[in-house]
């Protein structure tokens, strides 16, 4: 994705709100999504996936959903906890390539208690 | 059941010097990948080893390489450092054509001064 720098777009929620952080992807073959969430001096840990013959998939307290027509994927955290702050990320392969990774720029997350 | 471990955890080195950086797979995975973080942005692949080749590489130049062993474990080399090359580095394992997430390590901080 392009840089936006060091300003992240940045999404603050009360605790206990849900949150929806959305990506967009502009490759039709783009086939298989996933989230992942980094924290302060960590990697990025997984969350959740979605392969592209689905609309919706349910995790413990989030959901991903998939558009393939507007190539717009969300992630919805269900009762925003303190511990849900950081970055997020979506990356996604492409159809023929399970092996490479293309990655967004991210969205930080801040809950405020 | 050890994720992926990147050592070290912090470098700092001055222009024009090199650097190697370590990473040793999840276990049961046998695909390497890397990736710079700037600070502020998403990870951006640099390139991916299996079977202790190379198999993919980003828009990088020849300065960053690499090598696999046949434990999987991975380095990465940088030659003739620059200041734009200070980042956090990350290791990703995986399983090689499989349709799975990659597993990150917590990355090393590269400072160069």
């Known amino acids: 994705g392009e840089s936006v720098g060091l300003h992240l777009p940045t999404l603050s929620v009360q605790e206990g709100d849900n949150s929806i952080i959305n990506c967009a992807y502009s490759n039709s073959a783009s086939d298989y999504f996933i989230w992942y969430k980094q924290e302060s001096g960590k990697g990025p840990q997984f969350i959740i996936d979605i392969r592209s013959n689905m609309d919706k998939r349910q995790g413990q307290r989030v959901t991903v959903l998939l558009n393939k027509t507007v190539k717009h994927l969300s992630l919805q955290i269900a009762a925003t906890q303190p511990g849900d702050s950081a970055v997020y990320f979506c990356?996604?392969?492409?159809?023929?390539?399970?092996?490479?990774?293309?990655f967004g720029s991210g969205t930080k997350l801040n809950v405020k208690p | 059941d050890a994720g992926v471990t990147q050592s070290p955890t912090h470098l700092i080195k001055t222009r024009g010097q090199q650097v190697t950086l370590r990473c040793s797979p999840k276990?049961?995975?046998?695909?390497v990948s890397w990736y710079q973080q700037a600070l502020g942005q998403g990870p951006q692949f640099i390139f991916q080893y299996y079977e202790e080749e190379e198999r993919q590489r980003g828009n990088f130049p020849d300065r960053f390489s690499g090598h696999q062993f046949p434990n999987y474990s991975s380095e990465l080399n940088v030659n003739a450092l620059l200041l734009g090359d200070s980042a956090l580095y990350l290791c990703?394992?995986?399983?090689?054509?499989?349709?799975?997430?990659?597993?990150f390590g917590d990355g090393t901080r590269l400072s160069i001064l």
């Open positions: 276990s049961g995975h046998d695909t």
């Open positions: 990356a996604e392969n492409r159809v023929g390539n399970f092996n490479k990774f293309y």
């Open positions: 990703a394992s995986k399983i090689m054509d499989r349709d799975q997430p990659q597993h």
